[in-house]
């Protein structure tokens, strides 16, 4: 398995930006979907957002299409979830999942083997 560790989280006011990042080890980080989950105070952990393995195809939850955007950089073992335009909404641990399967396009956290510790996104109104 893959060791994954987010960073970038933080406290915005609504409309801002922020970037988070998951620094992967492992040297097959290139054969890995990759996707970005959320968990808000009480609520179940939901899919934000996933990649497959080159970066060409990715799909996200329809509440943040428009607004985030997945990307990776396998030279440097990275993905990122750019979020804009943030809402109170978005509010919560947003954690870095791996999983070395072929892409689809529909994802839940039962899909996934490896994670993240999480990083707080905090977006006040």
């Known amino acids: 398995q893959v060791q994954l560790v987010e960073s970038g989280g933080g406290l915005v006011q609504a409309g801002g930006s922020l970037r988070l990042s998951c620094a992967a080890s492992?040297?097959?980080?290139?054969?890995?979907?990759m996707g970005w989950f959320r968990q808000a105070p009480g609520k179940e952990r939901k899919f934000v957002a996933a990649?497959?393995?080159?970066?060409?195809?990715?799909n996200y939850e329809d509440s943040v299409k428009g607004r985030f955007t997945i990307s990776r950089d396998n030279a440097k073992n990275t993905v990122y979830l750019q979020m804009n335009s943030l809402k109170p909404e978005d509010t919560g641990v947003y954690y870095c999942?791996?999983?070395?399967?072929?892409?689809?396009?529909?994802?839940?956290?039962?899909?996934?083997?490896?994670w993240g510790q999480g990083t707080q996104v905090t977006v006040s109104s």
């Open positions: 999942a791996a999983v070395e399967i072929p892409f689809a396009m529909r994802w839940g956290p039962s899909d996934f083997s490896s």
């Open positions: 492992g040297r097959t980080f290139s054969r890995y979907v």
């Open positions: 990649i497959s393995w080159t970066g060409s195809t990715t």
